[in-house]
């Protein structure tokens, strides 16, 4: 279940279906299949790995952010989300949440862990708990 972080920003997992979001940003490797059949909103594709050595696409991750951020502010649904809902999407929700509300990124964080707690589900780790995607938030 994705969790309302600002107005119309939404960070989650891989959802069934995309009902109910005007724009999606998805940060999972592939697209996955079937997920926009029968809807018909923006969608940008942002492929990473939840890796501490991955490279990060500063330019498209930045621009995936500003997308998110606008989106929310004109008052769409944007949902973003990986997998789990947790690095990758919040690393795009991060840099959002900065863009809309002008904060630091640990005040980014920090929201974001408070209205997506993560701590108690199987992995028991919280919204961005890869060290890289922290640091690139906290620029």
């Known amino acids: 279940m994705p969790s309302e972080i600002l107005p119309g920003l939404f960070l989650g997992q891989r959802p069934r279906r995309y009902d109910g979001f005007d724009v999606v940003v998805n940060c999972e490797r592939s697209i996955g299949e079937g997920l926009l059949e029968d809807w018909s909103g923006a969608f940008l594709h942002v492929p990473m790995r939840d890796s501490e050595d991955f490279k990060i696409d500063e330019p498209v991750v930045y621009a995936a952010a500003l997308l998110a951020a ?10 973003i989300h990986c997998a789990a809902g947790r690095n990758r999407s919040g690393l795009v929700c991060g840099l959002a949440v900065r863009s809309v509300l002008g904060c630091t990124g640990d005040q980014a964080i920090s929201l974001m862990r408070e209205k997506r707690d993560l701590t108690t589900g199987r992995n028991g780790s919280p919204v961005l708990s890869n060290e890289l995607f922290q640091a690139f938030v906290r620029r």
Not at 70 to 79: D, I, P, Q, T, Y
Request: proline share 0%.
């Open 70 to 79: 606008m989106a929310s502010e004109a008052g769409r649904r944007v949902l």
